[in-house]
């Protein structure tokens, strides 16, 4: 049996682009008779909010998908705390004391845009106590060398990411639980076999997949999509902000939004439809594989073609 997840954040509203990963990873299970979650990922105490995520549940039934089920990532902590146990207890858990600061004056920058960290404190042990004891974030030692990870589509996603990330934060020095741990316990503790996401995080695979090793978790299936993106300042960015679905609705009922995105992907569908009858054509050769760049403008969503014309898919 097949098992996905979709797993947003719930820091903001639900965007196009939120939208589209939502669709996508629905469509793969269900085309194969699989089931899929919805996980909502609302660790951060800084940036999520419970009313986000009850936006979210409500804006994705509201585009027509329904789940097999949800996790909500907050009611999990004892898992994931289990996880930090399995690593201090193989000797693969360090407090880490170096400030942010600190870090990002070396300037090395990781491979998903973030700073390199030069895995300073492997050295240090953690109190007598245990981890519980510390206040200061802990990091997990990965073990060294290049981890071969091909996605889905032969894509190469392998990385030394114990060099080219540095050890992952694992529990924040906030306290709150590290989406990369999380994500990896999480995904586990639901039987996922098949990760479908954007390509934005694509360069945090191999480290994912090297923190499973080391907890001894189930590889899945990986599969990174495109992404719409807008222009922001004169550079590409994911699409965001202004075109939250409470800013498209009045523009786009359910099934013409789900038809826009179907074809901004470009998949073979009628103008409006419901994710339902997406099934049955679903194939990941129909999905284009370029992330698309989407302009929002008077009350309709435009994909900007590479010479810069407006075309309605
Ligand atoms: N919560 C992450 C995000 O919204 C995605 C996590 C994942 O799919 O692994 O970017
Ligand atoms: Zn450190």
């Known amino acids: ?69 949800e996790q909500l990532q ?35 920058r990781a491979p998903d845009g973030g700073y390199r960290y030069r895995n300073t404190c492997r050295g240090r042990a953690l109190p007598p106590g245990g981890w519980r004891e510390t206040g200061a974030p802990l990091r997990a030692r990965l073990d060294e060398g290049r981890v071969e990870v091909r996605g889905e589509e032969g894509d190469d996603l392998s990385g030394d990411s114990a060099a080219s990330f540095g050890d992952p934060v694992v529990r924040r020095r906030d306290g709150a639980m590290a989406y990369h741990l999380a994500s990896v316990v999480d995904d586990d503790d639901l039987g996922v076999t098949r990760v479908v996401r954007g390509r934005d995080l694509a360069a945090s695979t191999a480290l994912q997949v090297a923190l499973r090793r080391l907890l001894g978790l189930a590889e ?23 075109v939250s679905l409470d800013a498209l609705r009045p523009h786009y009922d359910a099934e013409a939004l789900v038809g826009w995105l179907a074809r901004a992907c470009g998949l073979d569908a009628p103008s409006r439809v419901a994710p339902e009858e997406l099934v049955a054509g679903f194939d990941w050769s129909c999905v284009a594989r370029e992330d698309r760049l989407v302009r929002w403008q008077g009350g309709e969503l435009l994909l900007v073609a590479s010479n810069e014309q407006e075309v309605r898919p």
Do not use: N
Not at 80 to 108: Q, V
């Open 1 to 69: 049996m097949s098992v996905g997840r979709f797993a947003p954040s719930t820091t903001g509203p639900a965007h196009p682009g939120t939208l589209l990963a939502a669709l996508l990873c629905w469509l793969d299970a269900r085309a194969r008779g699989g089931r899929v979650w919805l996980r909502l990922e609302d660790l951060d105490p800084q940036r999520c909010r419970p009313e986000h995520a009850e936006a979210m549940r409500r804006d994705l039934s509201w585009l027509g998908l329904e789940w097999d089920g």
């Open 74 to 108: 907050s009611t999990l902590r004892a898992r994931h705390e289990a996880a930090l146990d399995r690593l201090a207890e193989g000797g693969a858990l360090y407090p880490c004391t170096c400030s942010r600061r600190e870090i990002r004056s070396a300037g090395l």
């Open 220 to 242: 899945p299936v990986h599969r990174h999509h495109l992404l719409l993106l807008e222009e922001h300042g004169g550079k590409l960015a994911k699409l965001h902000g202004a």
